[in-house]
């Protein structure tokens, strides 16, 4: 005969099912600002080098802000030569706004010079690749490929780490652990999907810096709250 669970357990949960939560992400981000990098797509900037420059522009930058310089700078230039002619000083004013925009001048002309040099101004489509250039992490080029070239490729940024864990769905401690776990169990309808949805998910529902907002998550009755000791 089944123990009963006492009141300090909490209410039963429902098995986790991986479809069951994207059909239930859909809605809850439905109405929230879209992640910086599916925003842009969306407005239609989708060549891979726009998408390369954006994502790297993203880094520990706000979406909001990111969009914004995003736009002020492809207005300004769009191809690698164009970067290449506006010369570091003014890329980096182009920039202001987003976090370090002096280091990201330079990345940004260094890696436009190995475009047009080395790839005839066209970005590699290969994840090893996009790597060795200069700045680029697995979460820029994961961006840039899926986004880019509709190549499926799981971009993990924080927010997916933190909020895959707390689901149960994966137990890791590390975003490159967790890309490489969700890799091995994630149906790959759902590897371009999941940045989409986890980022103004964990932005705005499942927080890190505050208290997670669980009493109205429409997510709760599945998720095993790893981790979480006060929830809103």
């Known amino acids: 005969m089944p123990v009963p669970r006492s009141r300090s357990e909490g209410p039963l949960k429902q098995q986790f099912d991986v479809h069951d939560a994207f059909d239930r992400l859909r ?25 390369l420059v954006g994502s790297l522009i993203s880094a520990r930058t706000r979406d909001e802000t990111t969009v914004r310089v995003c736009l002020r700078l492809f207005e300004a230039a769009n191809t690698p030569e164009m970067m290449i002619s506006l010369g570091e000083r003014r890329l980096a004013r182009l920039l202001h706004g987003a976090t370090f925009p002096e280091p990201k001048a330079r ?101 890190g810096t505050a208290p997670p907002r669980c009493s109205t998550c429409l997510l709760q009755s599945i998720c095993e709250r790893v981790g979480v000791k006060v929830s809103r």
């Open 27 to 51: 809605v809850a981000v439905g109405q929230l600002p879209k992640a910086a990098m599916f925003d842009l797509r969306d407005q239609g900037f989708k060549s891979p080098f726009l998408l």
């Open 107 to 207: 990345d940004l002309i260094a890696i436009c010079e190995r475009l047009t040099k080395d790839f005839s101004g066209e970005v590699p489509a290969n994840f090893e690749t996009l790597q060795t250039f200069r700045g680029v992490g697995p979460k820029i080029a994961a961006l840039t490929l899926s986004l880019g070239y509709g190549i499926p490729m799981i971009a993990v940024d924080v927010h997916v780490h933190r909020v895959t864990n707390r689901w149960g769905y994966v137990r890791t401690r590390t975003p490159e652990q967790t890309m490489l776990a969700l890799e091995s169990k994630l149906p790959k309808r759902y590897w371009i999907e999941i940045n989409e949805r986890l980022v103004p998910f964990g932005k705005a529902v499942c927080t």
